[in-house]
């Protein structure tokens, strides 16, 4: 089946360290792929996006590039800041039958960043 | 700015009770989704809908049903609400295709008692 997997957290991090949070799939043909961001008390919102191999999507300082070989969208950031705690959300879109842009989600990974 | 507003953020409701949910999206977006938020599990989809008044369950159908008269509309049903049904609840519109980011209502936490 399609499916998300993505590191498990907490991740507890120092101001400025340097962030990777894993991230894998499973998809049937060619899925789009998303981080998406909520921070506490909110709904989730778009950090970044790629929608084919090799693109590298990017916003807020984070990055991700979709690695069709090894299947892996992971999220890096070389300084995180305290306000950069929140849970991040790894997810696929696919294209087929009536399943057009219906998100697929991993369980999230809380990060929490200490001054 | 794309708006998707769910009706609460927080409702307590009594075991056995129907319960809507309601969501509204001001983008024209054809798909709609709802989601349940738990610890430990991530969002599990309820249900969706790709146009007005169809719908397509998702992972976890079960006690819930949809309505979906207007395409801005998306309304989530408890036929019969239960303790395990507290959540918290997101709902979610985008436009139809795989490259499309979906829009994110603030969320409604239920807890039934």
């Known amino acids: 089946g399609n499916s998300v997997t993505q590191m498990e957290g907490p991740v507890t991090l120092s101001e400025e360290a340097f962030l990777t949070i894993n991230c894998t799939y499973t998809a049937t043909g060619y899925p789009s792929l998303f981080w998406y961001v909520q921070y506490p008390g909110e709904g989730l919102q778009l950090l970044l996006k790629?929608?084919?191999?090799?693109d590298k999507g990017s916003n807020k300082g984070f990055e991700a590039t979709y690695r069709k070989e090894t299947t892996s969208f992971h999220l890096e950031k070389g300084s995180v800041q305290v306000s950069d705690s929140a849970v991040y959300f790894c997810?696929?879109?696919?294209?087929?039958?009536?399943?057009?842009?219906?998100?697929?989600f991993g369980k999230g990974t809380k990060l929490s960043v200490k001054p | 700015d794309v708006k998707v507003t769910q009706s609460s953020r927080y409702l307590v409701k009594r075991t056995g009770e129907k319960v809507f949910l309601e969501c509204v999206q001001d983008m024209d977006h054809e798909n709609m989704f709802w989601y349940r938020q738990d610890p430990g599990l991530g969002l599990r989809l309820i249900y969706f809908?790709?146009?007005?008044?169809?719908?397509e369950k998702g992972d976890i159908p079960e006690g819930y049903s949809v309505s979906r008269e207007k395409k801005e509309r998306f309304s989530l049903i408890l036929e019969s609400a239960s303790t395990n049904q507290t959540s918290m609840y997101l709902c979610?519109?985008?436009?139809?295709?795989?490259?499309?980011?979906?829009?994110f209502g603030q969320g409604t936490r239920l807890t039934v008692v």
């Open positions: 997810a696929l879109t696919l294209n087929y039958g009536g399943s057009q842009g219906n998100l697929i």
């Open positions: 790629a929608t084919k191999a090799d």
């Open positions: 809908s790709y146009d007005v008044k169809m719908k």
């Open positions: 979610a519109s985008s436009f139809l295709g795989e490259k499309s980011e979906a829009f």
